[in-house]
């Protein structure tokens, strides 16, 4: 009786390069959980690998000091946040008040999200520490190229000689100032109607495109 051909087997590398990436994404996960728990100060290689559940080896391989893990969780969490506000914005369709949509969803996302916590945390750490701050500017650098693509695609300015980008950044830095204190009130809601103040202001300088709709296109080359 003739035996059944059998199936190539999936070569070793392979496996081997699985495994090595699902460390490498233990390692990140890791990172970004201590830092939203223990802060940037709290969070050393020690817990990390602890928390991953990998050898010390391991964290060696795949990044050979703090700084590097801490970069790569750094860039995975913005990477997280754009596509978070990617897939809301693609829920809001063709709405003419496309700039109180954008800015309620992401005033929810700063003030509720553990990604901007533990930005916020790693922005505050950076004033601190020049290797970090580093880090933080090419983040932020590539940061704004994105709200660049999104602004533009989203929006026009009323005054042709103004700019759509830098205000959309003017909503998020406010945006940004006032979640980093919304715990002191207890309450989100108690911030809505600044919301509300901020979106009339704007409103004045910029509007909706029409027929717009879906998420923002990805930048020419991914950035992050």
């Known amino acids: 009786m003739a035996s059944s051909p059998?199936?190539?087997s999936k070569p070793a590398r392979r496996n081997q390069e699985d495994?090595?990436?699902a460390t490498r994404r233990k390692l990140i996960d890791a990172s970004l959980s201590c830092l939203e728990t223990e802060g940037y100060a709290g969070t050393t290689i020690s817990k990390i690998v602890a928390k991953a559940k990998v050898s010390r080896g391991a964290h060696v391989h795949h990044f050979p000091s703090k700084a590097a893990l801490i970069e790569a969780a750094a860039r995975e969490l913005v990477k997280r946040v754009y596509e978070q506000l990617g897939n809301g914005f693609a829920t809001l369709?063709?709405?003419?008040?496309r700039l109180r949509a954008i800015a309620f969803l992401s005033w929810k996302m700063l003030s509720h999200s553990k990604e901007f916590t533990v930005f916020m945390e790693l922005l505050q750490a950076s004033r601190h520490d020049e290797e970090l701050a580093e880090v933080m500017r090419r983040l932020s650098s590539a940061a704004r190229q994105v709200v660049k693509g999104a602004s533009e695609f989203y929006f026009e300015t009323i005054n042709p000689e103004d700019d759509a980008t830098s205000l959309i950044l003017l909503l998020h830095w406010q945006l940004s100032g006032?979640?980093?204190?919304?715990?002191?009130?207890?309450?989100?809601?108690?911030?809505?109607?600044y919301v509300e103040q901020l979106c009339e202001l704007l409103s004045a300088r910029?509007?909706?495109?029409?027929?717009?709709?879906?998420?923002?296109?990805?930048?020419p080359k991914w950035v992050f």
Do not use: N, W
């Open 6 to 8: 059998q199936l190539p």
């Open 19 to 21: 495994r090595s990436e």
């Open 93 to 97: 369709g063709d709405k003419e008040d």
């Open 178 to 193: 006032m979640a980093m204190e919304s715990h002191l009130l207890g309450s989100e809601q108690r911030y809505e109607p």
């Open 206 to 219: 910029i509007k909706s495109k029409p027929g717009v709709s879906g998420p923002p296109p990805r930048p």
